[in-house]
């Protein structure tokens, strides 16, 4: 009897203790948990700073950080949005903490206004895709909220070399601000697949 009574305390406290160990699901890949420690140690001093050229540097560094990641692989993200059809599609997947990727595949859903009649004016052709047609197929399956693996390139729609269309205008302290608190980067995703659970 005393035996199965340690057991039992034995067992319970080695399930505590596995329980605090396990790494959140975002620091899985290191070269993604690398990203987003790299966007943090930028964020953090500039925000408290309330200096508006640390702001506007941290955001400028930022977007750099992202542009240096290029292609990814394998990363984890949960599946916050996804807007207009399988032709015209656009979606957020939070790839960290307050951290998002965004892609689309239809460029007025992205823009409005005067920036989509900017870009009217690049080229006659089709706007380049931002899913595969692969990870369009596979979005099909998902629920939001749901944890996907994905895979694709940072920073760029199809080699279109859209990055932050924000960086062509002057942003704010406001806007600064706010981006450094929750990123969200343009991305190419190739492939997308439902998180094996650990």
Do not use: H
């Amino acid at each position: 009897m005393i035996v199965s009574r340690r057991s039992i305390v034995l067992g319970g406290a080695a399930l505590t203790l596995t329980g605090c160990f396990d790494r959140p699901w975002y620091e899985e890949n290191p070269k993604q948990k690398a990203f987003l420690e790299g966007l943090q140690a930028l964020a953090k001093p500039a925000l408290a700073s309330n200096n508006p050229l640390r702001l506007e540097e941290a955001v400028k560094q930022s977007l750099s950080l992202a542009a240096q990641v290029g292609a990814f692989a394998d990363w984890q993200g949960i599946l916050r949005t996804i807007e207009g059809n399988a032709q015209k599609m656009a979606i957020t997947i939070e790839i960290g903490p307050q951290v998002s990727l965004y892609a689309f595949n239809d460029w007025t859903l992205a823009m409005a206004g005067a920036l989509a009649e900017l870009f009217s004016t690049r080229s006659r052709e089709s706007a380049p895709p931002g899913l595969s047609e692969q990870a369009v197929a596979a979005l099909k399956t998902f629920r939001l909220g749901e944890r996907v693996t994905l895979s694709g390139r940072m920073g760029e729609i199809a080699g279109s070399g859209l990055f932050d269309l924000s960086t062509l205008f002057g942003k704010s302290d406001a806007d600064n601000r706010q981006f450094l608190q929750v990123p969200r980067f343009v991305a190419r995703v190739d492939a997308l697949a439902a998180a094996k659970k650990k």
